[in-house]
């Protein structure tokens, strides 16, 4: 079955307790990207990768680390969280390019304390 | 800088009842696609409609369209007939094109929560 695959999907944790969420797809998609989902600000974009290697930052990058070591995995690195990290957080594949579909993977709840 | 205004936070109908959820979006390129997300209850974000700014041909899937007009530069989706089912928060999204091959991302509106009562 064709996925994008987070983990943790919840966690806690406290501030400045570094943390990553880590995202996996099986469909051979060479496009990557992280976004995070607050209540009435909708979702918006932290990072992406064109390719293996390559990522660049998106609307909101500040706080937040992405590698691209493998083709089918992006980790979302927190090297010191805030309370103000806290948010829903989704991971995105799509073929090519921001501009074809995007397969979110099921979301993750992090809280900061 | 590319932006989507997604007017209406939130609608209840009643089940049945005809409904349209607006979306504006601005842009500079002329090369640009335009997206629909649905995140039911369960959270999940669930592709719905991807059309391109050459396109502006209305869509028609079941009880769902599209109504794409580059004049007002809206993207409006109808629900027809609406179920509880369709309870659920609506996304509409841009993303830019470059040379067909776009960096950036899909830029999201705020969302439409929309409540369907039986």
């Known amino acids: 079955e064709a996925q994008v695959t987070q983990n943790p999907r919840y966690l806690i944790t406290v501030t400045g307790k570094k943390l990553t969420v880590t995202c996996s797809q099986n469909?051979?998609?060479?496009?990557m990207s992280w976004y995070r989902q607050d209540p009435g600000l909708g979702l918006r974009q932290i990072y992406y990768?064109?390719?293996?290697?390559?990522?660049d930052k998106g609307d909101v990058p500040e706080g937040y680390k992405v590698s691209r070591k493998e083709k089918r995995n992006f980790p979302l690195i927190l090297e010191s969280p805030s309370p103000n990290q806290t948010s829903l957080y989704f991971c995105?594949?799509?073929?090519?390019?921001?501009?074809?579909?995007?397969?979110f993977g099921q979301g993750t709840r992090l809280t900061v304390v | 800088a590319q932006k989507v205004t997604q007017a209406q936070t939130e609608i209840s109908v009643v089940e049945k009842e005809d409904v349209t959820l607006d979306c504006v979006y601005e842009?500079?390129?002329?090369?640009?696609?335009l997206f629909w997300y649905k995140q039911p209850p369960s959270g999940e974000l669930v592709f719905l409609i991807r059309?391109?700014?050459?396109?502006?041909q209305n869509e028609i899937s079941g009880r769902y369209s599209w109504n794409f007009q580059k004049s007002t530069s809206s993207f409006n989706f109808t629900i027809t007939a609406s179920q509880v089912v369709d309870s659920a928060v609506y996304f509409c999204?841009?993303?830019?094109?470059?040379?067909?091959?776009?960096?950036?991302?899909?830029?999201f509106g705020k969302g439409t929560h929309l409540i369907i009562q039986p």
């Open positions: 999204a841009l993303s830019e094109g470059y040379s067909g091959g776009g960096a950036d991302g899909l830029t």
């Open positions: 469909m051979n998609h060479e496009y």
């Open positions: 990768s064109m390719n293996v290697e390559v990522t």
């Open positions: 995105a594949s799509s073929l090519w390019g921001g501009n074809t579909e995007a397969f």
């Open positions: 842009t500079r390129d002329t090369t640009y696609y």
């Open positions: 059309r391109n700014s050459f396109d502006e």
